[in-house]
């Protein structure tokens, strides 16, 4: 019967531990912990279930801009940490990558980049300006998916337009069906240009943002590397920016970094989710 009873005891212990972890791995209370713990200023608390989260996979804009938003609260705060603003850029970045339209994403992105200039202007290091590639820049400023939907549109209007052309008898509409369909197929080529560089760049790269004060840049064999940007040369990619990675190699990774491409150790990184990864 004593038997009997401690493996009743030893069972309901197991459940309820069980059912313990299982809640504090739920993603909704996760993300409702990381709120309060926000709220009440517990930062470490925070990041630590937010960080559970990207662990678990979670991807949501407002999961990302949160764990920004602790990341910059600590950096901020008298527990700050290495990092911090860099991580703190990240997760803004990450957000507007999964929410295009989030202004507030937007402002505290811009608000960290300009703290992050700041400290470094004041431990004296100098301000480090990279122009983006043109070609990815231009392609980032539409989605795949809004890409695509333009071209689709376009081929809708030279259809309208060929038809115009095709079947009209009066001489104005025969007119306005040649330019539109003249225009229609010039959007439909930019259009369609743009949705297949997205995707090229979609396939091939991953973005990711320093989170470290400053990434060492190397080359393929491991030596220091000095980049130059107009008349400003650097061996490091600094707090914040934002680079592409294009290439693995164990634990370094080939980044590209405006029009600039260099060798960094992958755990000076964080990854960044897009819609759909």
């Given at each position: 019967m004593?038997?009997?009873?401690?493996g009743?005891?030893?069972t309901?212990?197991?459940?309820?531990a069980?059912?313990?972890?299982?809640a504090a791995t739920?993603?909704?209370?996760?993300?409702?912990?990381?709120i309060k713990?926000?709220e009440?200023?517990?930062?470490?608390?925070?990041?630590?279930?937010?960080e559970?989260?990207?662990d678990?996979?979670v991807?949501?804009p407002?999961?990302s801009?949160?764990?920004?938003t602790a990341?910059?609260y600590r950096?901020?705060?008298?527990n700050?940490?290495p990092?911090?603003?860099?991580?703190?850029?990240?997760?803004f970045?990450?957000?507007?990558?999964?929410?295009?339209?989030d202004?507030g994403?937007?402002?505290?992105?811009?608000?960290?980049?300009?703290?992050?200039?700041r400290r470094?202007?004041?431990?004296?290091?100098?301000?480090?300006?990279?122009?983006?590639k043109?070609?990815?820049a231009?392609?980032?400023?539409?989605?795949?998916?809004?890409?695509a939907?333009a071209?689709?549109?376009s081929?809708?209007?030279?259809?309208?337009?060929?038809?115009l052309?095709?079947?009209s008898?009066i001489?104005s509409?025969?007119l306005?069906g040649s330019?539109?369909?003249?225009?229609?197929c010039?959007?439909?080529?930019?259009?369609a240009?743009?949705?297949?560089l997205?995707e090229?760049?979609?396939?091939t790269s991953?973005?990711?943002?320093?989170?470290?004060p400053?990434?060492?840049?190397m080359?393929?064999?491991g030596?220091p590397l000095?980049?130059?940007e107009?008349d400003?040369e650097?061996?490091?990619?600094p707090?914040?920016?934002?680079?592409d990675?294009?290439?693995?190699?164990?634990?370094r990774?080939?980044?590209e970094?405006?029009?600039l491409?260099a060798?960094?150790?992958?755990?000076?990184?964080r990854?960044?989710?897009?819609?759909g990864?």
């Amino acid at each position: 019967m004593r038997r009997l009873v401690v493996g009743l005891i030893a069972t309901l212990l197991a459940l309820l531990a069980t059912t313990s972890v299982n809640a504090a791995t739920n993603p909704d209370q996760l993300f409702t912990r990381s709120i309060k713990a926000l709220e009440s200023g517990a930062h470490d608390d925070a990041i630590g279930s937010l960080e559970l989260l990207a662990d678990q996979g979670v991807t949501h804009p407002d999961v990302s801009f949160n764990r920004g938003t602790a990341y910059l609260y600590r950096a901020m705060s008298n527990n700050a940490q290495p990092g911090d603003l860099g991580q703190a850029a990240a997760g803004f970045e990450e957000a507007l990558l999964l929410r295009p339209s989030d202004d507030g994403a937007e402002r505290a992105l811009e608000g960290t980049r300009k703290e992050i200039a700041r400290r470094r202007a004041r431990a004296g290091g100098e301000p480090v300006v990279v122009n983006p590639k043109l070609g990815r820049a231009a392609v980032n400023l539409l989605s795949a998916d809004a890409w695509a939907i333009a071209a689709a549109a376009s081929s809708l209007l030279l259809a309208l337009g060929l038809g115009l052309r095709r079947f009209s008898t009066i001489a104005s509409r025969q007119l306005a069906g040649s330019i539109m369909a003249g225009m229609s197929c010039l959007m439909l080529a930019l259009f369609a240009g743009g949705a297949g560089l997205r995707e090229y760049y979609d396939s091939t790269s991953t973005p990711a943002t320093v989170v470290v004060p400053n990434a060492r840049t190397m080359d393929e064999a491991g030596a220091p590397l000095t980049l130059r940007e107009g008349d400003t040369e650097f061996s490091s990619a600094p707090e914040g920016a934002r680079v592409d990675i294009v290439e693995r190699q164990g634990r370094r990774v080939r980044i590209e970094w405006g029009s600039l491409s260099a060798w960094v150790a992958g755990s000076q990184l964080r990854e960044l989710k897009r819609p759909g990864g």
